[in-house]
Structure formats: C-alpha cells, structure tokens
C-alpha cells in the first residue's frame, strides 16, 4: 500500500507545476480522493475515513499530530511536516506516504482490493496501476 | 389504430432470476418504480442486481444513497453477491451520496441535486435508496408527494427507468397518494412462520405490463435476489394438445389394465401403505421410459438417490447409466426449510435441462415434509399448479402417496389431492388364508378405459410381478378382510369399465 501512495504522490508531484512543493502533492492526491470518494460515502463518510487514517499513521509519524481533519474532510496542519520533506531529492516524506497508505488500506479493507482500484482507476491513469495489479506492492 | 402505431416499449432485464417472468417480460423502459418493504426484505439487492443488469458506460446508472445504510458498507455487502461486479463502477454505475444536502437542506435542493447528475451523466438508470429518509426533516418545503411527482416527470423526460427504495410498513401500502405517481410498485415482504423465514413479492401494479398476480416466494442467495413465479416460468409455453399415445410400465398385465398404458400428459397416483411397492412400481415406470427413450425425472424425498439406485440394481434395473448418459435426473430434495414454489422450481429446472417425458414424485408426503412449515399450507394449490404446468407440455408425472391402511375404509389419499390426478392405482393388503397378501386396482383413468378388476400381485427380484388371474372367489376385497365365495376364479382377459369417472 505504501508503495501505491508513493507512486500517486510522485505522480502528482510530476504533474503539477515546478514551484508546487512534495506537500502539496500529497495534498493533491488527498484532495482528489476526497473528491471522488466523498461523492459516494458522504462529505461525513470522508471524513470518518480520513480521521481513521490519520488516527492508524500518527504512532509511526509523530509528526502527523499536528494534522487534522476537519469537518468538509479537507486536511489541515501539514506545514508542520513540510520540515521533514527532503526537497534535495525531491522524494516525499514518509509521513505523507503513510497517511496515503493508511487512507488506501482503510478502502482496501472495506471495499476490497477490485473495488479500491476500480475506484482509483477513474481518478488517476491507468499507467500508475499497471505492472502492480495488486495493491499489495512492495514497500518503499 | 393498429399495431403499428402503437408505441413499442421495451422491456429491460431486471437481472433477477424468475422476476422477468412474474413481470411480463422485464420492467417496462422508462418507468418509474417504487420497491418498498420491511428493513431486510431484499430491496436494496433487487435495485443493485437491476442496476448491474442494464448499466453501460455510454448509459450509466446513477445510484444516489441517501440517509441510512452507509455506500461504504452498502458496498462492502452487496459486493459479496456474484452479480457484483466491480469493474463496472465508477464508470457504470456512480454511487452519489445526497445526505448532506438532505441534512442541510430542503427536498428542493435535493431535486436540483439529483438534475444536475442525470443532466450531466445521461443515465439509463437511477435509484434513489431511501428515498423516503428524506422527508424526516420537519421544515421540508417541499411535501415528498410533489417531489416525487417532480422526480418522475424529469427523470421520464430524461429517458431513465427509475426504482425509489421505501421502507413502509404493510398498512402504509393502501391509499398512499405517492404510490399513485409510480408505474410500478414492487412489494417485498418477509414474515416468520414457526421457524422459517417466509419471503414473497408482489407486483402490485405494474402500468403497460401483464404481469403475474399474487404473491411469489422469493430468496436471498449469494447470486442474490431469486424469485420463484407461481407460474413456474411456464406461462409463455403453449399447452400441448392431448395425444393418446400410452406409455407403458414395463407390466405387462398392468399395461393391460390401463387399456395399454398411461397416457401420455396424465398425472397418475399410486396410492397404497407401506410396502405394497409404491416406489417399485415408480421406478419400473421410468426404467421403462428409459428403456424407451424418454428421458426421466425422479424426485425423492425420503431416501438418498445412491439408495434409490441400488434399489433399483436389486431388481434388476440399471439407473446408474442413464444417470451418466444424461438420460435421468434423480433428485434428492430435503432442505426443510424452502418454499414450496422453489422446490418444485428445482424440479422443473432438472425437468426442462433433460427433456424429461416422465417424472416421478416419491413421495408426496415426503415432499410435504421437506418443506418449510410455513409453505405447508400453500402445499396442495402449488402442486396442482406445478402438475397443471408439467402436463401441460407433455410430461407425465407420476406421484406415490401413502395412505393409512385401514380394514374398514378404502381412501385414495389421505392428502386430498386426488383431484390434481388423471389416473388412480391403489395398491393394498389384504388378509387371505392366514397370508397378509396385495391387491391392486385402477380407480379412476380420465377419459379412458380401464380394468374394473381387481388383481392380486407380488412383489419379486424383477419388480411388481401381476398374478395370473383376477380375483373372483372372494367378496370384500378392498375391505381388506375379503370373505371366500363359492364362485371360481376366472382367467379370462381384464374387463374394462366404461370410462366413467369414478367419484373420489
């Protein structure tokens, strides 16, 4: 899963504008499953999901203290993160992978794995999920 | 105006087992349904098994959730059913979840919510599940009756066929001025009798459709919703048209006392008590039909169809290859706890696989019993309409039923259902010189000759073996307790009556 949440991030970090910086990618990825999933489950049923998120990611990057949910769903608070990006290599941090991550394995664990990248396909290229058919990719 | 005027609507598939059937071919295109029910009768399914039945990508089905079951776990469910098939979302089918406008705003916002997704999607198909938790906010300015009525006419005019999912409660069902805008209104309901769940449908209207009246089982299987036609699904066969071809036992003697056979469409009962061969003689019914080509059914319920066959191995008949070849079907139908309809639509299905010409029950009783105590009841009215069907297109049922042996009477059936047959053969002891011995006669044949005689027969390792010759020197053979008369035994060739029915 971890290895999911990367590949989105580094796509969206690819996509997006030179000056946009590795948080804002992440954010991005988040903001697009907010949009396409909050469309089925709910601004509420969102927000469940990412609380939980953040809640599973925080003991393994206690960074992410700092980070909240509010209630539209949106995430706030990632500045506080921002210092642990390495902007040298341009990589993302491993707190912004693992709240992807946890975010992704919450839907793999309610809706399954079929399901997961069904819905994931609509919203990123196919390309990202090719040669990885499973969401069981390796870790980073 | 004539045919071709006529505006042709298309039928859609409803993507559940047997309810195209008991709608007149598929819910009308267009049409705006209401599926209600109890919490748990099966709505949600029936809606998503329609929905996975008839969405496409350049025609999706929008699926809009409302308050209540949560799309997550709505999703989690229903995708454990075989149906569900989860390349088709989000392209498909797009679950949208309304219950944030609901919360916040009126039925207004809702509407304009739900017209802005159609106008962008373009969907063959929409659902809105549950559409009655919306009208639980008190400041509603829109009464759920206009909005239905608003809902219907946009999503017509946007050319999609519509289910509203309600939860309602039995007397909530007459007069209900919301159910008046609907085409269609499908009513699932379960109740608990004894210790079964007793599950049924009902269409209770259904505009521009012949659909089936009445209530029709159905049930909850991991391929989702099945449902069971009180028609059996035989309504759109034609009714073979009598023939008088006689199919044989295999008995010589009894072929005889039939007029040369039973006739072909004919349900026969073979009434008698314990072991006076009434599963022996079935089963020589169909090893004959075999033999002749006719490929058979044979429905047990009191014993596993290894044992059927090996009985059949003692005297001599060979069940075991015809069972290989595709020729029968020995079915073993015990579940205690289905409907009377699903039952006898395992039957039909096994029936209608083969070509099967003649089909054995074994027994009536047993089949009473393997059913749910609640489907008892229906037990007599569903057998009558399933031998009403089966014959209909040609297929000769034999059915054995055992009845209380006593010495003063002389029933046909304990079970009241003589009248569902054409042709009656009661079999049954009788005390004679210090021996319990068997007797056998044909009651009543529909429509033809028969034997008046009464024979005494045997039970040997080749089946029912008939005795030479009628019995002439006793009176009161069917009390049981015959007296020995002074007249001889005859041996002249069986006598026949003349057709007329007798009374049972």
């Known amino acids: 899963m971890r290895d999911l949440a990367h590949r989105l991030i580094t796509y969206e970090a690819g996509s997006g504008k030179p000056s946009e910086s590795m948080e804002s990618s992440t954010l991005r990825v988040y903001e697009k499953l907010r949009q396409s999933l909050g469309e089925f489950v709910g601004v509420a049923g969102f927000q469940s999901l990412a609380s939980r998120a953040l809640t599973l990611a925080r003991p393994e990057v206690p960074s992410l203290s700092a980070a909240r949910v509010d209630a539209d769903g949106s995430l706030q608070g990632m500045a506080a993160i921002e210092a642990q990006i390495n902007m040298d290599n341009d990589r993302p941090s491993d707190g912004e992978i693992i709240l992807i991550a946890r975010l992704l394995g919450l839907l793999r664990l309610f809706l399954g794995e079929a399901l997961t990248l069904s819905l994931l396909r609509s919203t990123w290229p196919g390309e990202i999920f090719e040669d990885r058919n499973s969401l069981h990719g390796r870790k980073v | 105006m004539n045919t071709q005027d006529k505006v042709k609507i298309n039928k859609l598939p409803t993507g559940v087992p047997g309810l195209d059937e008991i709608v007149g071919g598929g819910l009308p295109e267009f049409s705006f349904n209401i599926i209600a029910g109890a919490p748990g009768s099966g709505k949600t399914t029936l809606a998503h098994q329609f929905v996975f039945a008839n969405a496409t990508e350049e025609r999706p089905a929008l699926y809009f959730t409302v308050l209540g079951e949560s799309a997550i776990k709505m999703l989690r469910y229903q995708q454990q059913y075989t149906f569900f098939d989860p390349a088709k979302l989000p392209g498909a089918i797009r679950f949208i979840n309304l219950s944030q406008v609901v919360l916040?705003?009126?039925?207004?916002?809702?509407?304009?919510?739900?017209?802005?997704?159609?106008?962008?999607?373009?969907?063959?198909?929409?659902?809105?599940?549950?559409?009655?938790?919306?009208?639980?906010?008190?400041?509603?300015?829109?009464?759920?009756?206009?909005?239905?009525?608003?809902?219907?006419?946009?999503?017509?005019?946007?050319?999609?066929?519509?289910?509203?999912?309600?939860?309602?409660?039995?007397?909530?069902?007459?007069?209900?001025?919301?159910?008046?805008?609907?085409?269609?209104?499908?009513?699932?309901?379960?109740?608990?009798?004894?210790?079964?769940?007793?599950?049924?449908?009902?269409?209770?209207?259904?505009?521009?459709?012949?659909?089936?009246?009445?209530?029709?089982?159905?049930?909850?299987?991991?391929?989702?919703?099945q449902a069971f036609s009180r028609t059996f699904g035989l309504t759109a066969r034609k009714r073979n048209p009598p023939r008088d071809r006689r199919l044989s036992f295999?008995?010589?003697?009894?072929?005889?006392?039939?007029?040369?056979?039973?006739?072909?469409?004919?349900?026969?009962?073979?009434?008698?008590?314990?072991?006076?061969?009434?599963?022996?003689?079935?089963?020589?019914?169909?090893?004959?039909?075999?033999?002749?080509?006719?490929?058979?059914?044979?429905?047990?319920?009191?014993e596993r169809p290894e044992a059927y066959a090996e009985r059949a191995a003692s005297l001599g008949?060979?069940?075991?290859?015809?069972?290989?070849?595709?020729?029968?079907?020995?079915?073993?139908?015990?579940?205690?706890?289905?409907?009377?309809?699903?039952?006898?639509?395992?039957?039909?299905?096994?029936v209608q696989k083969i070509g099967a010409k003649r089909l054995v029950i074994d027994s009536l009783a047993g089949f009473e019993m393997a059913l749910s105590p609640g489907f008892r009841a229906d037990f007599r009215e569903s057998l009558y309409r399933m031998i009403f069907a089966l014959t209909g297109i040609g297929v000769t049922i034999l059915s054995t039923v055992e009845v209380d042996e006593t010495f003063t009477e002389f029933p046909f059936s304990t079970y009241s259902i003589s009248f569902l047959t054409d042709d009656i053969i009661r079999l049954r002891y009788v005390s004679i010189d210090g021996q319990l011995r068997k007797i056998m006669v044909v009651i009543k044949m529909r429509g033809g000759n028969h034997a008046k005689d009464i024979r005494e027969y045997e039970?040997?390792?080749?089946?029912v073996l008939i005795l030479g010759k009628r019995l002439t020197n006793y009176q009161g053979l069917i009390s049981g307790i015959p007296v020995r008369s002074d007249r001889p035994d005859q041996t002249e060739e069986p006598s026949l009556d003349t057709g007329i029915e007798h009374t049972t």
């Open chain 2, 459 to 463: 039970i040997t390792d080749k089946g």
């Open chain 2, 104 to 225: 916040e705003k009126d039925l207004g916002a809702v509407l304009e919510q739900i017209t802005r997704e159609v106008e962008k999607a373009n969907p063959a198909v929409v659902v809105v599940d549950s559409f009655r938790t919306m009208v639980r906010k008190p400041e509603s300015d829109m009464d759920l009756q206009s909005f239905i009525q608003r809902l219907a006419l946009f999503l017509a005019s946007w050319q999609a066929t519509t289910f509203l999912i309600g939860e309602y409660a039995e007397d909530e069902l007459r007069d209900n001025p919301i159910f008046t805008v609907a085409d269609g209104l499908l009513w699932l309901r379960q109740t608990a009798e004894r210790n079964s769940i007793v599950r049924k449908l009902q269409i209770i209207k259904l505009r521009g459709q012949d659909s089936v009246p009445g209530l029709h089982t159905f049930r909850i299987t991991d391929a989702g919703v």
């Open chain 2, 250 to 302: 295999g008995i010589a003697e009894l072929d005889k006392m039939l007029d040369g056979g039973v006739r072909e469409g004919d349900s026969v009962l073979v009434a008698g008590s314990s072991g006076t061969g009434k599963s022996v003689l079935a089963t020589q019914f169909i090893a004959e039909g075999i033999r002749q080509g006719e490929p058979g059914i044979v429905a047990v319920f009191e």
């Open chain 2, 317 to 350: 008949l060979d069940l075991e290859t015809p069972q290989k070849d595709g020729k029968l079907t020995i079915l073993y139908l015990r579940p205690l706890d289905l409907s009377v309809d699903e039952t006898m639509h395992s039957i039909l299905d096994a």
